[in-house]
């Protein structure tokens, strides 16, 4: 059983950033791929990033490539997710996801979820 808490959403001009971190709990942190998904109001919600267990493959939506960075320290169990030169469409709520399952090139969800924080981008 993984419990994972998110921080670090808030409110952020355009071409502002914020650093997301999820903290989970229980020993088994480092044996699980982790992501992060956002939704928005009214759209399903969408694969945004994931590490892999070792934290040497990442992965990344095309509408963030370039922009943010998924990473973790196990250490801490701990993942991270540096955005960079947001625009108001990356508003939304952003969870965490451990355990991740996959369909194609890229995870579509995970066994365990956050919360979620909220990411609000004004223009």
């Known amino acids: 059983q993984v419990q994972l808490v998110e921080s670090g959403g808030g409110l952020v001009q355009a071409g502002g950033s914020l650093r997301l971190s999820c903290a989970a709990s229980g020993r088994t942190f480092s044996s699980y791929g982790m992501g992060w998904f956002r939704q928005a109001p009214g759209k399903e919600r969408e694969f945004v990033a994931a590490?892999?267990?070792?934290?040497?493959?990442?992965y990344y939506s095309d509408s963030v490539k370039g922009r943010f960075t998924i990473s973790r320290d196990n250490a801490k169990n701990t993942v991270y997710l540096q955005m960079n030169s947001l625009k108001p469409e990356d508003t939304a709520v952003y969870y965490c996801?451990?355990?991740?399952?996959?369909?194609?090139?890229?995870?579509?969800?995970?066994?365990?979820w956050g919360q979620g924080t909220q990411v609000t981008v004004s223009s």
């Open positions: 996801a451990a355990d991740l399952y996959w369909r194609g090139s890229y995870p579509q969800g995970g066994n365990y």
């Open positions: 590490v892999r267990r070792s934290g040497g493959i990442t």
